[in-house]
């Protein structure tokens, strides 16, 4: 297994990681302003699931197969971009169903809890520059005498952990700056459509960045 010096080192790296902008964290941004902090944190979780079917694909050797493979990081790639873009969509499609809600004095209609997770799990499963990065950055922590898959799932477990915890605070703080708009209902149209350009900026990035080997 990997020694403690390896774990420390893996541990400031992920989290250094975790905290660039990226897809999994504009999302999480992104479904809090637009669904709220119930529903963006439990998107968090499918996100985090969805790291680990990665690391598991990593640990099978798909993970080489796509950091060397244009074709197939563009197929991932391009099947994330539909999905974000698709939410952004229907953010801005429903801007106005915050504001009907509050006007009518009824609760704002959420999402399944498993709904949530779900597209969460989407998003995460299809996010390439993780896939990426679990290929090229996860073997580097891995002790040469000992079997590599178990040590791959065990760093992936530990980067989606650290993953949950910097994304669920970032769906808090979300999700209370959607609270104080919320105070006036009118805001409500602009933070929804807000929400939903910047899930449609992510996914038009994600559709057009350039692959990374």
Not at 101 to 124: E, H, I, K, M
Request: hydrophobic share 55%.
């Amino acid at each position: 297994m990997p020694s403690l010096s390896q774990l420390l080192a893996f541990t400031v790296a992920s989290i250094l990681f975790i905290q660039v902008p990226g897809p999994s964290l504009l999302f999480t941004i992104g479904r809090a302003l637009t669904v709220g902090r119930r529903d963006a944190l439990l998107s968090v979780v499918g996100n985090a699931l969805g790291l680990l079917v990665q690391v598991a694909a990593v640990a099978a050797g798909l993970g080489a197969v796509v950091a060397a493979s244009a074709e197939a990081f563009t197929v991932l790639k391009l099947v994330g971009a539909a999905y974000v873009l698709y939410l952004g969509v229907q953010a801005i499609r429903h801007r106005a169903d915050a504001r009907a809600a509050l006007a009518a004095r009824v609760a704002v209609r959420r999402t399944s809890a498993w709904g949530s997770v779900r597209t969460g799990l989407t998003v995460g499963v299809t996010n390439p520059k993780t896939i990426v990065f679990f290929a090229a950055f996860l073997p580097q922590f891995v002790d040469d005498d000992a079997a590599a898959g178990p040590q791959l799932l065990l760093l992936g477990l530990l980067f989606a952990a650290f993953a949950v915890c910097s994304d669920s605070c970032w769906a808090v703080l979300a999700g209370r700056a959607r609270d104080w708009f919320a105070r006036r209902p009118e805001r409500l149209d602009t933070l929804g459509a807000t929400g939903g350009m910047m899930m449609i900026g992510l996914g038009a990035t994600l559709a057009v960045s350039g692959h990374s080997s």
